[in-house]
């Protein structure tokens, strides 16, 4: 198993829509976030994950929580890789779009929070829960 710091971020608009995309490969929904490169902050890379699976830039306004659970937060890929995420998760706003999705992403949308796409991805379930109630956070889970 490999264990990997991850970011991401829940994207909403002034409606209060969370911004998801549809995987490819998995066809799960999602929140956009990946992996931290070397030389970046856990902020720069909720930022270039975001711009580069979704095209938006955004404002990062706070955190959201910590994800490191090992009961949420393991992953098995479809190319049988298995991953502990331990992640770090922003809260944010859409800027403006100005770049094209990497291919990543098969599918883009806008959701409530109460009514999401199915399937989600195991991974950002309690996230998207816990963005549902802002009062609590920072959530560390």
């Known amino acids: 198993m490999e264990l990997r710091p991850c970011c991401g971020?829940?994207?909403?608009?002034?409606q209060g829509r969370v911004l998801l995309i549809r995987r490819n490969g998995e066809g799960t929904w999602g929140l956009p976030g990946g992996g931290v490169e070397a030389g970046e902050t856990w902020e720069q890379a909720?930022?270039?994950?975001?711009?580069?699976e979704t095209g938006w830039n955004i404002d990062v306004h706070g955190l959201?929580?910590?994800y490191s659970d090992p009961d949420t937060q393991i992953h098995r890929y479809p190319d049988g890789r298995i991953v502990h995420c331990v992640g770090v998760v922003f809260r944010g706003?859409?800027?403006?779009r100005?770049?094209?999705p990497d291919g990543e992403a098969a599918e883009l949308g806008w959701f409530a929070l109460d009514q999401l796409p199915?399937?989600?991805f195991a991974l950002d379930e309690p996230v998207l829960l816990h963005a549902a109630t802002p009062e609590a956070a920072p959530f560390i889970d």
Do not use: N
């Open 9 to 14: 971020v829940v994207v909403q608009d002034e």
């Open 46 to 52: 909720a930022r270039r994950e975001c711009r580069e």
């Open 64 to 66: 959201l929580g910590i």
């Open 93 to 96: 706003s859409p800027l403006s």
């Open 98 to 100: 100005t770049a094209t």
């Open 118 to 120: 199915h399937p989600l």
